[in-house]
């Protein structure tokens, strides 16, 4: 039995049938053509060219917006230009089928726990450090998604008390300090090096033992030691899943174990560990098809 994994990015829509063991089959990946109208009849014709191919009983759908818990409705894609649309329903109205829609860093986390880094476990926080921070979590085998879908959007744990502006319109966000662009603002304020700086120049030279990027590694890893502390203390997950291009650096995780160390394990739960996603790209089909599988389409959960 395979189901349709659907992820809408930036500028590339990537599709794929998934088995029950989470392997993906015709993989597919297409540009975005345009926003509104024409993207919606984009991914219609890409989930019919599927359909055309295998009998599909389940199709998930994910995308960069916030998602309606109650009414799945995609409250705001604005790169997509969709507020309040409809796409599950739409979808499933053309196509016959029960469609799941969700967001994507969500359908991420769900993909490591069931399939990934997390697999095994009752409970998975897979933390993405790219531009900011992204992720989800899994709560014993339950995804978290709170009132408003907002839930687990953890880039925004407040973590410096009148810290740097955050675009949210909050101060002191945790993706101020433990995400790439974190490190390359630091990075320009502490005059590092001119011109413009790439988080992976900076990792590059501390590895290589230049003691001001030593120095960056160090603080933008100790923030996000103090996080990944923090999440620990309430969702106990075993391991926290790191990704994204900064978070699936074998060399950065090292800085973030050697930062975990400096903080004294709670004895019952023991020290937080990190491990690598496994899943890369596509995370997002995986986990828009098993997501989908799993809750039956459009039907509330
Ligand atoms: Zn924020």
Same mark, same amino acid.
């Given at each position: 039995?395979?189901?349709?994994?659907?992820?809408?990015?930036?500028?590339?829509?990537?599709?794929?049938?998934?088995?029950?063991?989470?392997?993906?089959?015709?993989?597919?990946?297409?540009?975005?053509?345009?926003?509104?109208?024409?993207?919606?009849?984009?991914?219609?014709?890409?989930?019919?060219?599927?359909?055309?191919?295998?009998?599909?009983?389940?199709?998930?759908?994910?995308?960069?917006?916030?998602?309606?818990?109650?009414?799945?409705?995609?409250?705001?894609?604005?790169?997509?230009?969709?507020?309040?649309?409809?796409?599950?329903?739409?979808?499933?109205?053309?196509?016959?089928?029960?469609?799941?829609?969700?967001?994507?860093?969500?359908?991420?986390?769900?993909?490591?726990?069931?399939?990934?880094?997390?697999?095994?476990?009752?409970?998975?926080?897979?933390?993405?450090?790219?531009?900011?921070?992204? &992720?989800?979590?899994?709560?014993?085998?339950? +995804?978290?998604? #709170?009132?408003?879908? =907002? @839930? $687990?959007? %953890? !880039?925004?744990?407040?973590?410096?008390?009148?810290?740097?502006?955050?675009?949210?319109?909050?101060?002191?966000?945790?993706?101020?300090?433990?995400?790439?662009?974190?490190?390359?603002?630091?990075?320009?304020?502490?005059?590092?090096?001119?011109?413009?700086?790439?988080?992976?120049?900076?990792?590059?030279?501390?590895?290589?033992?230049?003691?001001?990027?030593?120095?960056?590694?160090?603080?933008?890893?100790?923030?996000?030691?103090? &996080?990944?502390?923090?999440?620990?203390?309430? +969702?106990?997950? #075993?391991?926290?899943? =790191? @990704? $994204?291009? %900064? !978070?699936?650096?074998?060399?950065?995780?090292?800085?973030?174990?050697?930062?975990?160390?400096?903080?004294?394990?709670?004895?019952?739960?023991?020290?937080?560990?990190?491990?690598?996603?496994?899943?890369?790209?596509?995370?997002?089909?995986?986990?828009?098809?098993?997501?989908?599988?799993?809750?039956?389409?459009?039907?509330?959960?």
């Amino acid at each position: 039995m395979l189901s349709l994994g659907i992820d809408i990015g930036g500028t590339k829509i990537a599709s794929g049938l998934v088995d029950a063991a989470g392997a993906v089959h015709e993989a597919r990946s297409h540009l975005v053509e345009g926003p509104a109208e024409t993207a919606f009849h984009q991914v219609l014709d890409l989930a019919r060219s599927h359909l055309a191919s295998y009998p599909i009983q389940h199709i998930g759908v994910v995308l960069p917006g916030g998602v309606d818990p109650k009414t799945r409705v995609v409250a705001s894609a604005p790169h997509l230009g969709w507020t309040d649309m409809p796409l599950a329903q739409r979808l499933g109205a053309e196509l016959n089928r029960g469609v799941h829609v969700e967001n994507d860093a969500n359908a991420a986390a769900w993909a490591e726990h069931r399939f990934g880094a997390g697999r095994g476990g009752d409970s998975t926080a897979l933390i993405t450090i790219g531009t900011g921070i992204g &992720g989800g979590l899994v709560v014993d085998n339950r +995804l978290l998604v #709170g009132r408003h879908g =907002l @839930g $687990g959007q %953890l !880039g925004h744990i407040p973590r410096v008390t009148g810290g740097h502006p955050c675009a949210c319109g909050a101060d002191g966000c945790w993706e101020q300090y433990a995400s790439g662009s974190a490190l390359r603002a630091e990075a320009r304020r502490r005059n590092w090096r001119p011109g413009p700086i790439t988080g992976e120049e900076v990792l590059s030279a501390a590895v290589h033992g230049d003691p001001a990027a030593v120095r960056l590694i160090e603080w933008v890893s100790g923030h996000l030691a103090h &996080g990944l502390t923090t999440i620990a203390a309430f +969702l106990d997950p #075993g391991e926290v899943v =790191l @990704g $994204g291009g %900064l !978070g699936s650096d074998k060399r950065f995780v090292e800085y973030v174990r050697a930062a975990l160390d400096a903080f004294h394990p709670s004895p019952s739960r023991g020290p937080v560990t990190v491990v690598g996603a496994e899943l890369g790209i596509h995370s997002g089909v995986i986990g828009a098809a098993d997501l989908a599988a799993t809750v039956g389409g459009s039907a509330p959960r």
